[in-house]
Each structure stands twice: as structure tokens, then as C-alpha cells.
């Protein structure tokens, strides 16, 4: 049965343009409340460049992208916290300020992107102004809406993971690089070229569903 789509956009600049309320929790009917559309408008301009950059299109196909990976680390925005908690602390960025641990803080997957190891959390907290306060209290990740959604978007806009990527999620789309290289940046080492291809095709779904919702055609490149 073909899916009614609604509205995309909610009028005025950047992803609010882009991205309703209405279609928000058309995409994510059964969301934990904790993950608000305002949380992520409120992260979003932090960050001025996603679903800003290039022509209607691109931007429409960045919010697919985003939201279509942060589906599948979450569960549809159910998860907030990775079931299987790890101590995770590691810092592989050289930041002298990041290479420490608090006795008893834990840096296991939190967030829609899930962020994890104490490194990113310390350099996701410099990227949002927060100096090395989540290095300190890693749990404002689970606890903070805004600052959840901004450690996704840090990750998506600064980060090409460790798995060989040369570009970061945001400018796989810009560049036309095609949906393919946002998952070879998130995850690819586990996933691409044929590591789990089951993986790999429920975010093609969750892409395609969401392109779809926003009223744009996927583009070419979307498996990895």
C-alpha cells in the first residue's frame, strides 16, 4: 500500500524547511519522547550547513540520509542508550584535554548516532561549545535532547569515522557521493563491501522511505 505522504516542509530556513513536525512523526510513529522535533532544530543551528548546502534537492536528500542512519542505530528513535554498556574509554583524536576517564563514567552508545568511546565524547563536546563536559558527564547525552541530536549532527557534519572513509556523511551528499557513502562513513568497516549486507540494505530502506516521504528521488549510489 502505497504511504500517504504529507507536507515536507514547515516554512522558514534550513532543516525546518525541510522537515515538518508532521512528517517528523509521520517517520518516527513510535519514538521515545525523549527525541523531540525541537531538540533537533535546536541542534541543527549549531550547525548552519545541514540541509542548507546545495539546491532543494540535496538538501532534502541530507535529511533523508541523516534520519534514514539514525533509524537504524535507534530503532526508529526507541533506543536512547546501546543495550550492551561498556566502560568504552579510549581517545584516539591525540587532544591531550580527552585523555582521561572519570572513575565510574561509562562511554557506550547514547544518542541517534549512538555516540561511543570517551574520545568522541570529549571531541563531540568541544563541537558543541561544552568545553569537555560530557568527557566529565557522559550521561547528558541520554538526559538532554538537544545536546543528544547535537552529538549526531557533530558526528554527521565533522567526522568520517574510522573505517577508511575520506569524506563526512554531510559531504557525501553535497558532493553527490550518494546515500552508499553516508553508511561507508558511519560504519562501513562492519558493513560494506559485503560485511552485512542486511545491515547495509535496512538503511537503503529507511533512505528510500524517507526520500520518498520528502517528495525527492533517491539519487544514484545508495548501497556500499
Same mark, same amino acid.
Given at each position: ?22 512528517? *517528523? ?8 519522547? *525523549?527525541?523531540?522535533?525541537?531538540g ?13 548546502? !546545495? ?26 542508550? /546501546? ?15 580527552? $585523555? ?10 547514547? !544518542? ?23 568527557? $566529565? /558527564?557522559? /550521561? ?18 565533522t ?5 577508511g572513509s575520506?569524506?563526512?556523511?554531510? !559531504?557525501?551528499?553535497? $558532493? $553527490? ?13 562492519? /558493513? ?23 517528495g525527492?528521488?533517491? !539519487? ?5
Amino acid at each position: 500500500m502505497r504511504r500517504l505522504r504529507l507536507e515536507p516542509g514547515g516554512g522558514g530556513n534550513g532543516l525546518s524547511a525541510i522537515l515538518s513536525e508532521a512528517t *517528523f512523526n509521520a517517520m518516527f510513529p513510535y519514538r521515545n519522547p *525523549f527525541y523531540t522535533y525541537s531538540g533537533l532544530l535546536n541542534a541543527a543551528a549549531k550547525f548552519p550547513q545541514f540541509a542548507a548546502a !546545495g539546491d532543494t534537492d540535496t538538501r532534502k536528500r541530507e535529511v533523508a540520509a541523516f534520519l534514514a542512519n539514525v533509524a537504524h542505530e535507534t530503532g526508529f528513535l526507541v533506543h536512547i542508550e /546501546e543495550i550492551n554498556k561498556q566502560v568504552m574509554c579510549q581517545n584516539w583524536s591525540g587532544d591531550p584535554d580527552c $585523555n582521561y576517564c572519570p572513575p565510574g563514567k561509562m562511554y557506550f552508545g547514547r !544518542g541517534p548516532i549512538q555516540l561511543s568511546w570517551s574520545g568522541n565524547y570529549c571531541q563531540a563536546s568541544k563541537g558543541l561549545g561544552l568545553g569537555v563536559r560530557l568527557l $566529565n /558527564e557522559p /550521561e547528558l547525552v541520554a538526559r538532554d535532547a538537544s545536546i543528544s541530536w547535537g552529538t549526531a549532527l557533530w558526528f554527521w557534519m565533522t567526522q568520517t569515522g574510522a573505517q577508511g572513509s575520506t569524506s563526512t556523511p554531510h !559531504g557525501c551528499i553535497v $558532493n $553527490n557521493q550518494g546515500f552508499g557513502c553516508t553508511i561507508r562513513a558511519i560504519n562501513g568497516a562492519l /558493513e560494506c563491501n559485503g560485511g552485512n549486507p542486511a545491515q547495509v540494505q535496512s538503511r537503503v530502506n529507511n533512505y528510500l522511505d524517507f526520500t520518498n516521504r520528502l517528495g525527492v528521488s533517491p !539519487g544514484g549510489n545508495t548501497g556500499c
